[in-house]
């Protein structure tokens, strides 16, 4: 609890610090940047210190943190200069309503999940040990990179921007890395709660309507990035009950559950009929299918996992990871990207010679760290968010000057700009990262069924139609509706073309370039055989019967495409020549319907790409572009159903107010009953145990760490930092605990997570084998040869040690101090 306060203050006091900076550089937003100003703390605090650590003017103690902190308030007092302050207490006294409801909600946030997070605190299993490893790593590093925890003498080769802020809190507070990684969930959630409302909140009080005033409607804002789920979670209730089985249990059979095709919900169940999920209450995560809605199966039917994971699932999931670090991040690049939309005071400066930007250049240096920042969080997130800020201003323009080729220019300046400032600021860190992109390759026949789609997305695309329909209904736009519609079919038509043209390009042209390169070939087979496809004829025929077996998914994207885009742009049709500019202008969307149908237009964007294209990464498919594309189009259309919904129940009164409440009660209540139960399984797992307690400490209760290992790890915590030898093994399994948990670095972990950061294993050298030879040898000579190789401190010969290797500890017993002998552990000491 006391961990929990000390993280509560120290949050809400950079809120306090970089609030000034918010309220000069966003002026644009009614809430002046309050919603998202812990964010921004975080973020410059986490910027200044990492880039002066990076370059060798601060150590990673304690003693840098605050300087780094010290540096913040020295621009918030810039900020305040000439009368700031005066101005921002009368500010802060008027705006009592934002002010307190972000108070509420981030305190009310930071327990719910702390809850969630104390009743299911252990780092086991899925990413979490590699998350715990770089905590710890980043806590006992002296320098940036930090020290890769599981291959000795390199620094992290992944996005570890993220743990270096959580360890920088760490530090100051003085918590463990295990109570560190469970508080880390804890304020990434509570931020992303209150960015998200603070996004929502800004264009609620953008509008002129009955909203403006009611706060509490910006809720909705968190509530749908946050707590609604997909229809899977209300699937799986229905499954319970044996919806739409046909027979007498346990003899059952059903159509609609096999046409369904979403594994564990094909079985019949198990169980008499119900109001809970299967194996609920027993540790079952039952909740894990709504991870895996999307189902794909190659050219002869293998299955393939495809992860469609949203916030919700993270959250119960626990999992620290880049993409979940990220999000209150994300939440204040879109707040960023309304601020320039909204802005009226601007600044100008000429970007190649001839386009005039009107944009600050204060504003512009610290979108550049934002977005910046968001490469170094999760790389994923950058060009989606940097295309969003572009986007942005594009509309803004647009909307004032018109639309002509300009606008596209502006677009491609402003992002190639961001994208190049953002890139430079974080130099250090992409001088040194690797990773396993490989490139981007045609998806041909990896279409999304219809039904899966809307059972992933179904719960925000309801809101978003009816939301989008009324503008329609009420604006009289059908035409460009319908024009709208017919891009939207282009949009798809055009990907899906690109993605032909491509595959014809990777089959048939790369192999003809044998000339250049005499591996050259490989490249089309390998593309082909990833698909179990004999040739690319056959690839091309089955990827069109199965876009036109399962139209329901484009279908949706081109009527999605068509109401984003109709509602923004009047199409000359509309426009009579007796119409003054102020009439043209009145025609335009409300700057809050426009910006939320750029959300909902980018969301849109951003879930189509993986039907068409993939990132080429180990896995071979889509797997991961659908993971992180979908993650991000999420947010996009949270927001959008959340703003729409906020709308429509300011604006609709009598019989349709009455409909539309139904309509969205219902909605939710479908949504919610993912993290409901998935709750209320957590926690009714956690009164199950009857040695369970309620704890942020994530390192507590390891259960592959005997309590042997448990002594050592703590004297290894305490021991002067050097590298470690223990046994090598696996992904996902018990190999690199001691590294993990002590914050000693190993000489080499799990070896496939280090192919995926580095983009091969030519860093990993022979590491495994000589491991196995220190153990395994009876010779000193060669095990001092292998000690020296990798400059060893410590050796560790545990239970895991003994079963992996046949160890020959004579040679360690002449020759090194055992500085640690218990029953199944010995720690030697090398002098």
Known sequence: MLALISWYLLLSLLGLLAF????????????????????????????????????????????????????????????????????????????????????????????????????????????????????????????????????????????????????????????????????????????AAVGAYGVIFNLLETLKARSKGNPALATLGPVFVLLVGNVEGFLEILHARHAFWQGTFPNLTSRFWTWLDMVELSEPPTSPPQWVPRLFGIGSWWWWRASRVIQDYDMVGSHKEVIDEFPAFSYLLGDLHPHVLAMPFAFLT????????????????????????????????????????????????????????????ALREGREHGWDWQRLWEFLGIGILLGAGGYLLYLPFHLSFSSQAGGILPNIIYASRGVHFWVMWGTLLLPIFVYLGYLAVKRKTGYTIFNGVWVGFGIVLALGLLAVLWATIITRLVPALTFIDPQASIAGNAYLS????????????????????????????????????????????????????????????????????????????????????????????????????????????????????????????????????????????????????GFADTIASYQ????????????????????????????????????????????????????????????????FHEVQWRGGSTEMGSRSSDIRS?????????????????????????????????????????????VIQLDTVTVYEVP
């Open 774 to 818: 220190l153990y395994e040898t009876s010779n000193w000579e060669s095990a001092k040869g292998i000690i020296d190789m990798y400059d060893i401190r410590y050796i560790y010969v545990g239970t895991l040690e003994q079963n992996a290797y046949n160890v020959n500890p004579r040679k360690f017993d002449q020759n090194l101090i055992p």
């Open 334 to 393: 879109i707040a960023l990207a309304l601020n320039l939309f909204l802005q009226n005071e601007r600044g100008q400066f000429t970007l190649f010679q001839r386009l005039e930007v009107h944009i600050s250049m204060e504003h512009f240096a610290l979108a550049a760290i934002a977005f910046g920042g968001l490469a170094f969080l999760n790389f994923w997130d950058f060009p989606v968010y940097v295309g969003l800020y572009a986007g942005a201003y």
């Open 688 to 751: 199950r145990n009857p040695n369970a307690q309620m704890t942020l400490d994530g390192t507590r209760d390891s259960s592959y760490l005997s309590p042997d290992d448990v002594i050592a790890v703590q004297w290894l915590q305490r021991a002067p930092r050097g590298v470690l030898a223990e046994a090598v093994g696996g992904s996902y399994t018990q190999y690199a605990r001691i590294s993990t948990h002590s914050g000693q670095v190993a000489v080499l972990g799990w070896e």
């Open 20 to 191: 000034p900076l918010a309220y000069r550089l966003l002026s644009g937003l009614p809430d002046r940047g309050y919603a998202v100003s812990r964010t921004l703390g975080l973020l410059l605090w986490g910027f200044i210190f990492w880039l002066l650590t990076s370059l060798g003017l601060l150590v990673n103690n304690p003693g840098g943190i605050v300087f780094a902190l010290i540096l913040v308030l020295a621009l918030s007092a810039w900020a305040l200069r000439g009368g700031g302050l005066a101005e921002l207490r009368a500010w802060l006294r008027e705006n009592r309503r934002v002010v307190l409801g972000v108070e509420m909600l981030f305190p009310v946030a930071l327990i719910f999940i702390a809850i969630l997070r104390g009743t299911n605190p252990g780092v086991l299993g899925t990413e979490k040990p590699m998350e715990l490893a770089f905590i710890n790593s980043v806590l006992r590093s002296p320098q940036m990179p930090p020290s890769d925890p599981w291959l000795s003498g390199y620094g992290i080769s992944y996005y570890y921007f993220g743990y270096v802020m959580v360890g920088m809190l760490a530090q100051l507070t003085g918590v463990s890395g295990g109570v560190a990684f469970n508080l880390g969930t804890v304020m990434v959630f509570a931020l």
């Open 530 to 677: 990833s698909v179990a496809a004999p040739n690319l004829g056959a690839l091309l025929a089955e990827g069109m019967l199965r876009r036109f077996s399962r139209a329901g998914t484009w279908i949706t994207l081109a009527l999605v495409f068509g109401l984003a885009i109709g509602l923004q742009w009047p199409f000359k049709r509309e426009v009579t020549k007796r119409e003054t500019a102020a009439e043209g202008q009145a025609k335009l969307l409300s700057p809050a319907h426009a910006f939320a149908g750029l959300l909902v237009l980018f969301g849109a964007l951003v879930v189509t790409v993986p039907d068409f294209f993939f990132l080429r990464d180990f896995f071979g498919y889509r797997i991961n572009s659908v993971f992180k594309f979908y993650y991000q189009g999420w947010f996009f259309w949270a927001l959008g159903a959340a703003f729409g919904s906020a709308y429509l129940l300011s604006k609709l009164r009598g019989v349709p107010a009455i409909i539309f409440d139904a309509f969205l009660i219902f909605v939710l209540l479908v949504g919610m009953t993912y993290m409901v139960y």
